[in-house]
């Protein structure tokens, strides 16, 4: 049983209620692992109402009020529909406009006001008594439409009571029990702050393999279903569920047999987790001798805690812009060294390789109000944010070097896709040295620079690019989905993300020969490289390192200690004859079978 991921301890009686048959929704498997437990849906709830009294000198306030949540409604329905619009298209978001047309009815706002005015009652309580009068009658009809429409009806009263009572969105970053969240999306930055015990599991309508929402699902070990829309309608909070990371399965309501199958799964699995980290701090070495460079991803600071102890590596991704996502106020200079040089200090004497900030596509940092991008996966994101900010392009550039100081310290560009991008960051690279010099603040001058690799036409100058640079980090997350014109937020599209495709195997071998050419090493840091069923290709193509969620390095690690470098790369010959992305993942599968069969799950 393969996973990439722990597995929380988690056991939980059956108690399907009377009447509710077993209902499994089918998603996308994006992080590993098993569990089971009562479901929290989030951007759904409908809060308990209690209508009262009010003083008549009250009512313009409370009208008011109730206008203000109504616009307030109208402002998140509005947001809301652009993110649906952006990951699934017009006809998912084409629900909001139903929701926004009941906001807009004249009708029943002057209905609700004038009940507020004339029997001074509080606004809450009119705004439910009217609208369930327009449920009651509705309901009992057959009507399909009539139906969806109470739907619409019950989820916008829901939206503007919450807001009437002033209710903060749900805090997922303390839940009071374990629970396993059901939600229409969720942002990286909203993952990074969920309540880390009590979030046990996550299921979205939104969502692949390599979005960010699900790359922090993998670091955090929290098992993950993305894709999964029909739950998001048919399973209530507090139904138990079983979430089959591995599948990319919610059933809601299992029958006994269900439950028996899963917690002896989720046995199997702990045992097979204990047994593969037992083995994490060997050495990556190959039957014939090779020693691999592994390295772990982070998004935290204090997620390098641990990651020595536990797998013997160094940092080979540190996404700082996690450090900027979460926080009201940009982190100012000062707040970026302190996390950069712990960093630093708690890896040594193995290395860090922190990438200046990767903000755009599908990061945002709302406090800088930037305007909306009609593509932001092909907007202004990373260097190219940062370039047109030199300000705070800047302010990192100096608390990493002063970093450098504390420590074996690299630093990577993001995203870049021409010379000239990265000329004018090496000349602010420059600048931000000089400043320190004047501030008599000390930093590595030798610090080793590197670029990611992640963008076409990078592979295709990645010989020019490699004589400026000490090392390219190969962004597979980003290659595939540029190579192949794919975002890789969207689910419809998920069968486009594709590894093995030829294109991106020759643009891995490009980009390997480039660098052996010009003397510089090369890592892969994006997902491809913590699958064990992909690292014989990407290790026999002469790449050096592996960089990947800490939680993958015990598999890859347990599959390079099984295999030779050179069948590796008879792999990857064999490879670079086939046509198709299915042929060579078949090829590696083949490999993997025969050297370590473990990894191939059960
Ligand atoms: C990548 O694109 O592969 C990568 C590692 O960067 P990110 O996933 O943060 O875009
Ligand atoms: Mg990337």
Request: net charge negative.
């Amino acid at each position: 049983m393969p996973l990439n991921n722990s597995s929380p301890a988690n056991s939980v009686k059956s108690d399907p209620p009377a009447g509710r048959k077993p209902a499994t929704f089918h998603g996308i498997g994006v992080s590993a692992g098993i569990v089971i437990g009562h479901a929290l849906l989030i951007g759904r709830a409908y809060p308990e109402v209690t209508e009262g009294a009010i003083a008549p000198t009250a009512v313009a306030a409370e009208v008011t009020r109730y206008q203000d949540a109504i616009t307030l409604s109208r402002h998140q329905l509005i947001e809301l529909k652009q993110r649906v619009l952006e990951a699934l298209g017009e006809k998912d978001a084409g629900i909001f406009d139903a929701h926004l047309m009941l906001l807009n009815d004249r009708a029943i706002t002057s209905e609700v006001e004038q009940e507020i005015a004339a029997g001074h009652r509080n606004a809450e309580g009119v705004f439910h008594r009217v609208m369930e009068r327009h449920m009651s009658a509705l309901q009992g009809v057959e009507n399909p439409y009539i139906r969806d429409r109470l739907v619409d009806i019950r989820d916008v009263t829901g939206r503007v009571l919450r807001n009437l009572r002033g209710d903060a969105p749900t805090d997922l970053t303390h839940l009071s029990d374990p629970r396993i969240l059901i939600a229409p999306d969720l942002s990286p930055s909203e993952t990074a702050a969920m309540d880390k015990v009590n979030v046990i599991g996550f299921v979205t309508a939104i969502g692949s393999q390599t979005s960010h929402t699900a790359i922090m699902a993998r670091s955090m070990g929290i098992p993950a279903v993305v894709g999964a829309r029909d739950a998001l309608d048919q399973v209530n909070s507090g139904d138990l569920v079983i979430l089959d990371g591995f599948r990319g399965l919610l059933i809601a309501h299992p029958d006994p047999d269900q439950l028996e199958d899963y917690q002896r799964r989720l046995k199997a699995q702990e045992v097979w987790f204990h047994n593969l980290e037992a083995e994490a701090t060997l050495p990556a070495e190959t039957l014939d001798g090779f020693r691999v460079q592994l390295a772990a991803n982070i998004e935290l600071a204090e997620d390098v805690d641990g990651i020595k102890r536990s797998y013997g590596v160094g940092v080979g991704l540190f996404r700082t812009e996690y450090l900027f996502l979460n926080h009201a106020v940009l982190p100012d200079e000062d707040c970026q060294f302190e996390a950069y040089r712990r960093a630093a200090e708690e890896i040594y004497p193995q290395s860090v390789i922190i990438r200046t900030l990767d903000i755009g596509g599908d990061k945002f940092l709302s406090h800088l109000n930037l305007p909306q991008e009609l593509n932001p996966f092909l907007g202004v994101r990373a260097i190219r944010f940062c370039l047109s900010r030199p300000d705070i392009f800047l302010q990192q550039l100096r608390a990493i070097l002063r970093a450098s100081a504390h420590g074996k310290v690299r630093l990577l560009f993001p995203m870049v896709a021409t010379m000239e991008e990265l000329d004018q960051a090496l000349v602010l690279l420059d600048r931000a040295r000089r400043e320190l010099d004047t501030r008599g603040l000390d930093y590595n001058h030798h610090l080793d620079i590197g670029i990611m690799i992640e963008v076409p036409a990078a592979v295709m100058i990645a010989d020019r690019l490699a004589a400026k640079v000490d090392f390219f980090s190969i962004g597979t997350n980003d290659l595939i989905q540029y190579s192949l014109a794919a975002d890789r937020s969207n689910p419809a599209i998920n069968y486009l993300y594709q590894p093995t495709h030829p294109a991106i195997i020759r643009f891995l071998q490009q980009t390997s020969q480039a660098a052996t050419q010009n003397g510089i090493w090369v890592s892969v840091c994006g997902e491809m490289a913590s699958d064990p069923i992909l690292a014989p290709l990407i290790l026999g193509l002469g790449i050096q390192e592996l960089s990947m969620n800490p939680r993958a390095i015990a598999q890859v690690k347990r599959l390079i200690r099984h295999m030779r470098m050179i069948e590796a790369e008879e792999l990857v010959r064999q490879a670079l004859q086939r046509d198709t992305a299915a042929e060579i993942r078949t090829l590696c599968e083949a490999f993997v079978h025969r050297v370590a069969p473990d990894l191939l799950g059960s």
